[in-house]
């Protein structure tokens, strides 16, 4: 079948292959193309199945409510029609667009009825808009203003000193801008974007797969922001403070007593 | 080799390569990212797009390795070979739409040049599983950078052979710091055996070629080794005649080299084995047109003079020969580059 | 750390800045003095050195300082052996 007449010789200037060499040439590109075919369907089926935060790219929507710039900007909007338990506003939390926080975008709105434009991100019950700059304008003020102590005082709940291992990653492009947005091939970007402003966040996985998502503050309940670029996509130790406003977890630590944890294989538990 | 310069020497040969090359690309590239996006609807197609071309770019760098040794094993692989710096180049352009990807997308749109963040965002030197893997894949680049920008033959005869081929031989430290760039990047955190064994399939594959073609070089070199001087001290015995097929070589060594017995139309002579071009086997060729044809990519010397007919300069080192009783006997001592030695006549000292 | 990094690439730039003007003197006039058999090359070949020449231009330029000459052959045991090993 395969006659290979040891005296032909392939001379790749010339115009043909002698017919031996031909044949055997198929089989073995044939063969390079399976070995193609089966790395690429190996590779696909390989990597992990990435959950899916969602960025909504292109769709811009307006948004209107309360803006409080410090310590995380977040854009506070009431809940229509709300009883019961659930708290009276949602939280939207505000990145600029890029690798960069909004704290100097929305700085001079703090405390102030705005109306703004941007893009959804939202994953695991927390929301975030990366708003256009100079979208955002003043309106005027309503009783949310004037309500907000009492009701934030009377969403607060306190969970007490806990010691938490997890990772930390960038807020936005964990939630969803990035996929995957955590772990080490993403801690270089991760370090950016906390760099550049984007609030950082604590992400605890627990044994049911289930995951916690806290922010991180100091113990005076500033973010802590580049204090903890070292440590970025890393199994990390944190004893501090939770607190929970609305939905949104809080944990209150001196970023210095951070701790490395061992490389545990939590990213397998997904 | 050539008088002046062309662009890309493209015939029909090469036209084929790179088109098979390039369905093999579309091929993987559309599976990867086409099953990629059905199957991992999370991925977004940056991801796909950076994981696509960095695993498009490695496939290629192994089997532009394993070219090499396959050649050695058997000749018939040969073909693959003599247009592997395409190869190269591609490989290349993949691993930089990889990277280009990579670092947009990693480090731009932040609060530093995107290169200075490629060099500062992660310090981790000390650890493993935090290692600054980007760095690793950056010194790879750069090495396939210099390797594709200097494929041309142009630089081959400018650089100077020795340096050229140094510089080539350096794919392999390229080929390390991606087996350690992907290892202690992706690998990190896609922890799916399926992946670790396939990379380590490549490597095994790379590895055992390369081991295997080679103890097959000493021991072919230990058999071929001579030392038995004939009567004067002078010509050294090689083989017989009729260990040599017509219009082909023998390769044994001698003064501290392989050299290529050839036999063609009733006359034997010897050239040293490297071929100028790329060290090419010229033992491993045959007679064509009445030229010493090398196996690699073609060059051609004359028997007699080991010189490449005109306009071609290329010329190698010839031996003195003589046929006594059937048994081919060589000068061991080496004439200068080019130099014409009367070939040895087979008939006129036939044994029998 | 970050100025280091910055000094490290600003000297990198430089070095590829002055290796693409280079690069044009070098491929406009300079090449058919380092190799003849550059000489009358079309402008496809020329294009393709092009990277290369950009960052290997110190070489070149010491090439083409140095005068047309022929490029060095790589030695092994028979060249050297032989005596008239060229160059
Ligand atoms: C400046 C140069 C480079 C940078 C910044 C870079 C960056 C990266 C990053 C961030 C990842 C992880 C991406 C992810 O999966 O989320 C990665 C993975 C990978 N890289 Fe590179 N890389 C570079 C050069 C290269 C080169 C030259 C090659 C091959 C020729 C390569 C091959 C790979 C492969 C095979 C992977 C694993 C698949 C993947 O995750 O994309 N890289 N690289
Ligand atoms: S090595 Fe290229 S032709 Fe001989």
Redesign the pocket.
Known sequence: MNEYKPDEFYIGYLPHTPSGVGRRLRMIVTGLLVLTVLTAVVLVLGQQRLRTGIFEFGDVRTFEGLMLARPIPVLLVARPGITGKLPVHSRYFIVAPGKHGADDLVGVFHYRQVKLKGTLVYRDGITMIEVVPDSIEAMPSNETRAQLPSIVARERRLHGEQVLTGEIVDSKCYLGVMS?GEAK??RDCAVRCISGGVPPMFVVRHQNGERTLLWLMDRDGASVGNAVLDLVAEPVEITGEVRQEGDELFLRSDPKTYRRAPQISQHKER | MSLTYGAIGWNRQKKIYDLVLACGIVLYLSLFIGLGAWLNPGATVE?LL??GF??C??LL?HIVLIIGPLCRIDARFLPLLYNRRHLGVT?FIM?LA??GL??FQ?HALGDLNPFVS?LVSNTRFFSLPDFPF?QL??G??VI?FLMASTSHDFWLANLSAPVWKRLHMSVYAAYAL?IA??TL??LQAETNPLLAAALGAGLASVISLHLVSGSREVRADSHSSLSSFDGAGEFVDVCSVDEIAEKRARIVTLAGERVAVFKYDGKISVLSNVCQHQNGPLGEGRIVDGCVTCPWHGFQYLPDSGASPPPFIERVPTFRVKVDGGRVLVNPRPLPPGTRVEPARIDANASG | MITFAKWKLAIFGIYLVIGAVFAVVFLAIGIARVDPAAKGSPIGFRLLIFPGVVALWPYLLSRWIGGEHAPRTERNSHRDGSGGADQ
Request: aromatic share 6%.
């Open positions: 995957p091939p993403h | 991801t950076i994981r960095g695993t770019a490695l760098l490989t691993g990889h990277a990579a670092i990693f490629l980007q894949g950056f790879a680049l396939l991606l760039h992907v990047g992706v």
